[in-house]
């Protein structure tokens, strides 16, 4: 069984190493000598030691080798502009970046996407030409959504990938454990070092009878959503199983992995099966699936293996249900929402339906849609409400439009959107209610959280199947069940729509499109990747300094933190967003967000050599210019909230050296680290009292060991006696490396340099 098989079609030399995961499998095995979960088999079989590797679910932290690594255009930014500081002429892993998230919804697909591609124009240049400079396959705009490429073109049974999107866990609809990250973490395993990940904890959960009707694999997770809630998953891998799997297409499983994100799930997972091998086998991949197909064993959970949690959902019961608004978890059936709308006094009149995102794009889905609407227009009717469809990929609009799906959602009154995130995200420039109006979509996206798709704190967001949103479009208000209501036809006749239709694979094969694949050029070394030095959106990043060997003395306190900082109070989203890339423009806004323990206050922090109060950024700065280092003091639970590398990038780059708390975030801790800087703690919490914001103080940096305290000596601004406090650190042999070069990345430039 040692063939070889091509991890995809995009690419050479890749190869799917399932002797190698199997033979890994096999150390860990011994070890742990127990059923294992699907999930389990996953994991265990990348981990970077399996013989050393210490293992325990919801304890231990693994350290792990992924597949691939996927990442969208605005997280690809600053990932790969780090990754660039590294030194190395190519992705130690395989790598995608994908254009989906910059494009606005205005008018429809080819002039919105033009439109982006003008606006866009500095940063797709720089995406196209660092990609090609550094092996990484770039998919330009109008592509598509990366979870549906990555489903249609990389994604394969048993693999392990990160993506820069929290929406990675759709690849799990082809049994692949595909996890969401921050850009740091892509950013370690293009450089070739171990991902770490702490052993989830695995939710089983058992699906029996079989799908039929108005129900489709959205309401699965739909009702998941509304047992577990938005936090319920947190943790832990949902691992789908039992005989009711065999009943949903591969493309409605990745539905369901994919809006497993909204229960909080690290991912989501069914096993290898048959509907997954004539996927892979309709994507022009079926080598992939007969070599699955030999370990079939290894791809599935073993019999008798044991779950944190187990749900049991009977799919003969499973009832259509409506989602929202506000929050994806709040899960009501459809024989229950009339009544609900009623209730809640949500608005009843639908203003919008949309169907399509990365969730709920399949050919599956589309047929299914656009058999309703045919019924529909078989009776005279059209959409009473706005209606608008994105198309996942290039390939399933070109696929709909060939056969005919397109043109039935059109002539119902449908507006095709490019390929592309769009409403999705708030990017729709919607114009039909005014900000602030209380108003009603529908759509069959994941997240639907106040102001998400258009802005307005007052529009009530509902997701769903794209099936509901098709009979609440046709309906216009939600106070109508298409299995129980009848709506009238062009003559006033009374009608049941009948129940929804359509093929999980496209009869006569995809159609591929227009090519939007830019594949690496065989020989990079003359490429130069494009940025202009005034592009106020992207800036080339500078190797951070290494230490000088010595303590630290004398140092300001740029802020005592008091209270919840998270990664939004360091490092705030919003309109920033637009500087990912511009290191020194995005820092701008570093711990904007954050009260000052001195006046209360945000923003506002007195600069110890002028003595004037000054916003945060503008007086770290000033330091900066001065040549002078300066810490952050913090409170319990510091960097709580995102992997955002940003936070940990901007006090760095303004001068930083130590974030000291009572507490931290464990991600936001690590990605410091990172950065070259030093994230510690007061072994005795109460000391973060002892120190007051005018304070100067020293930091034994000389004394930093692996499990050892270090010294930061407080000279007090009142006056007095100089005090002593012990403060902790978690840093291990590899991390004081990373400290003492610099950052993570410089370690790798060294070593790579060797
Ligand atoms: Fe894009 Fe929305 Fe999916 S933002 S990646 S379509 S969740």
Redesign the pocket.
């Known amino acids: 069984l040692s063939k070889k098989v091509e991890m995809t079609n995009w690419e050479k030399g890749h190869y799917i190493n399932y002797a190698k995961m199997n033979e890994n499998l096999n150390i860990v095995r011994q070890r742990l000598n127990r059923p294992l979960t699907y999930a389990e088999k996953i994991l265990y079989s990348h981990l970077d030691d399996p013989h050393g590797q210490e293992i325990e679910r919801g304890k231990s932290y693994l350290k792990l080798r992924p597949d691939r690594v996927a990442c969208?255009d605005a997280t690809a930014q600053m990932a790969i502009l780090q990754f660039m500081s590294a030194g190395m002429p190519s992705v130690a892993t395989p790598t995608t970046v994908h254009c989906?998230?910059l494009i606005e919804a205005q008018i429809g697909g080819e002039k919105d996407l033009q439109r982006a591609k003008d606006i866009n124009k500095e940063v797709y240049d720089f995406l196209s030409s660092s990609c090609a400079k550094y092996n990484i396959g770039f998919w330009r705009p109008g592509s598509g959504?990366?979870?549906q490429i990555v489903l249609e073109n990389y994604a394969f049974p048993g693999g392990l990938m990160i993506g820069t999107?929290s929406?990675t866990p759709n690849a799990g609809g082809l049994g692949m454990a595909a996890i969401g990250v921050g850009g740091a973490d892509a950013v370690d395993v293009m450089a070739n070092l171990p991902w770490e990940l702490k052993a989830p904890k695995v939710i089983g959960i058992k699906l029996t009878g079989k799908m039929s009707g108005w129900t489709s694999p959205k309401d699965i997770i739909l009702k998941v959503a509304g047992i577990l809630t938005v936090k319920g998953g947190t943790g832990a891998i949902v691992e789908y199983h039992g005989p009711g799997v065999d009943s949903l297409s591969c493309t409605g499983m990745g539905t369901i992995c994919n809006m497993g994100a909204e229960i909080g799930a690290t991912t989501s997972l069914f096993p290898f099966g048959d509907r997954m091998y004539d996927y892979l086998a309709a994507t022009k991949r079926k080598d992939i699936g007969d070599f699955a197909r030999s370990y079939a064993a290894d791809l599935r959970e073993d019999e008798g293996a044991e779950y944190d949690e187990l749900v049991e959902i009977n799919l003969d019961e499973l009832e259509p249900h409506i989602n929202g608004p506000f929050t994806p978890d709040l899960a009501t059936p459809i024989s229950k929402f009339k009544e609900a709308v009623k209730a809640n006094k949500w608005p009843e009149e639908v203003k919008v339906g949309l169907i399509g995102?990365?969730?709920n794009s399949s050919y599956e889905d589309m047929s299914r849609a656009a058999s309703i609407a045919q019924d529909a227009l078989d009776h005279g009717i059209k959409a009473k409400a706005q209606f608008v469809v994105t198309p996942g990929s290039e390939q399933i609009r070109a696929t709909i439009e060939r056969d005919g799906q397109m043109k039935t959602l059109e002539d119902f009154g449908g507006v095709v959107l490019a390929n592309a995130?769009g409403p999705?995200?708030g990017q729709w420039d919607r114009r039909d209610v005014k900000k602030g109006e209380a108003n009603t979509i529908i759509s069959s996206?994941?997240?639907n959280f106040t102001g998400r798709n258009d802005a307005n704190p007052a529009t009530h967001s509902f997701v769903t199947s794209p099936d509901m949103v098709l009979a609440m479009t046709i309906a216009g208000t939600l106070d109508f069940n298409p299995l129980t209501d009848k709506v009238k036809d062009s003559q006033g006749n009374e009608f049941m729509l009948s129940e929804p239709s359509g093929e999980a694979l496209p009869p006569r094969g995809y159609d591929p499109g227009q090519d939007t694949f830019q594949a690496p050029p065989e020989d990079r070394s003359s490429i130069q990747v494009a940025v202009s030095p005034d592009s106020d959106r992207l800036q080339i990043l500078q190797p951070f300094d290494a230490w000088n060997g010595k303590d630290a003395t004398d140092l300001p306190i740029l802020i005592k933190a008091q209270g919840k900082t998270t990664t939004d109070h360091i490092s705030m989203a919003g309109p920033w967003l637009k500087y990912r890339g511009h290191l020194d423009n995005i820092s701008n806004n570093m711990l904007i967000g954050a009260i000052n323990s001195a006046n209360g206050e945000a923003n506002k922090v007195k600069n110890s050599t002028t003595n004037e109060w000054d916003a945060v950024p503008a007086t770290a700065r000033d330091y900066k210019s001065k040549g002078i280092k300066w810490v952050v003091i913090g409170d319990w639970n510091y960097g709580e909230g995102s992997s955002r590398e940003h936070a940990a990038l901007e006090p760095r780059h303004l001068g930083g050296l130590a974030i000291i708390t009572r507490s931290f975030a464990r991600i936001h801790e690590t990605n410091l680290k990172k950065q070259g800087m030093l994230p510690l703690t007061f072994t005795n919490p109460e000391d973060y009292d002892k120190i007051q914001p005018d304070d100067k103080v020293d930091l034994l940096i000389t004394e930093l060991a692996v499990g050892k305290p270090m010294t930061l000596r407080v000279h007090p601004a009142a006056g007095g006696q100089a005090f002593d406090v012990s403060l902790s650190q978690t840093f291990n042999e590899g991390q004081i490396e990373w400290f003492k070069n610099g950052s993570a990345l410089n370690t790798m430039a060294k070593a790579h340099a060797k």
């Open positions: 969208q989906d998230h959504i990366i979870h999107d929406h995102s990365c969730t995130c999705c995200i996206y994941n997240r």
